[in-house]
């Protein structure tokens, strides 16, 4: 049983150098971080995430710098 | 595991999801299962203390791979918010977010129709009162995008587009238009306050759609959802349906003409205090009767637009 007791702790599938900011903060239960690059659909970021019970959550993230503030308004 | 029945008296499917009795109903604020895990508080759905938008599959789900699937869309990690409250930013993400999801589940071979919804109020039977909606992904396309592609055939072509120009034609039941987006009261609305949002080009799906054009359907769509709450000067209840194109290959032909990327509201409030039921003639007969006129109702919903900012 994981930090959050069972069904509730993270197996990462997808992540990245830079993660979701929602990752980023401090938590009773970062959930672990590969080297896959992050997902980028116009001004979100996506982070992947597996749950112990095998459901799927993606935790979405504005991007919030300027780089993709251009690439969002293409 | 859900099970499918064919209804051969209607000519439709009928989903047992037996499962679902037993969901989270009507929690305590703080045992809310969409609400951020704080550190020494509850775990939920959601194990981070803060997050922005977040998508899990439904823990009881309606449908489950391998036929089907059905996930939840959390807006906000505020157990206060709702879809009109959000800060502009956060609802233009979200279009994303819809647009990822009918992407990803769509690609899949076990969903023929990617359905992104809102029930509002426990007047539409929420369960959960945090700020979120739903994703089913059907393994069959449903009656109701089925009747509007069929009315593309029937109207030689595209039927939203079609009907749009018949509302800006007419102009008296447009709600609220931008550069990219037109609500309106439909002429034949079921609902006291119905109102369908529709983008002005044919685009048929969030696919078809630019980044610019993403960011004033949120507008439109917080526009909307504002006016509501300031109708009555209350919480407004509705179901707010995405309608997209087909995503089963066999439908490719039909649905690059005939669907067409619009969003349907259906409030059930007639008045601050009464609510419309399916009686007899709706659920017995198929056939609505409505107690106001969609023109009457275009006047307040406009001005109540205005109110809502």
Known sequence: MGAFGAGYTLGVVASSPRPPQSADRPAGGKPERLGAPPERLGPVELGRHVKD???????????RDEQADVSARR | VSELRFDELRGEQVVYAI????????????????????????????????????????????????????????????????F???????????????????????????????????????????????????????????????????A?????????????????????????????????VPYAARWAYEAHVSLREHRPSLLDCDAGELRLLSRALQAVVRG??????????????????????????????????????YPPLRTAEKLKYLAGSEQGAGTFISDTLPEESAVALREAIARGG
Do not use: K
């Open chain 2, 152 to 184: 593309g055939e029937r109207l030689g072509g595209c039927a939203p587009c079609a009907l749009l120009r018949r509302e800006l034609e007419d102009g008296e039941r447009v709600v609220y238009e931008n550069e990219a987006v037109v609500a309106f």
């Open chain 1, 53 to 63: 019970d095998g459901r799927a959550l993606i935790l979405y993230d504005h991007i």
């Open chain 2, 19 to 82: 499962h679902r009795q037993d969901r989270t109903f009507l929690p305590a604020r703080d045992h809310c299962p969409l609400c951020p895990t704080r550190p020494g508080g509850p775990r939920t759905e959601i194990p981070f203390p803060v997050y922005e938008i977040a998508v899990f599959d439904n823990r009881f789900p309606a449908f489950e791979a391998p036929r089907g699937a059905a996930e939840v869309v959390v807006y906000s990690d505020d157990h206060d918010a709702s």
């Open chain 2, 228 to 265: 509501y709450d300031a109708m009555f000067e209350r919480p407004f209840p509705y179901v707010m349906a995405v309608h997209q194109a087909p995503t089963a290959t066999e439908h490719d032909e039909t649905t690059s003409t005939g669907a067409h990327l619009h969003v349907e509201f």
């Open chain 2, 84 to 150: 009109a409250t959000l800060p502009a930013e956060r609802a233009e993400d979200l279009m994303w977010v819809w647009r990822h999801r009918y992407a990803e589940l769509g690609a899949r071979e076990d969903v023929e129709y990617v359905f992104i919804f809102e029930n509002r109020g426990v007047e539409v039977g929420v369960t959960l009162h945090h700020p979120h909606g739903q994703i089913y992904g059907y393994p069959f396309v449903p009656p109701v995008p089925a009747l509007e592609l069929a």
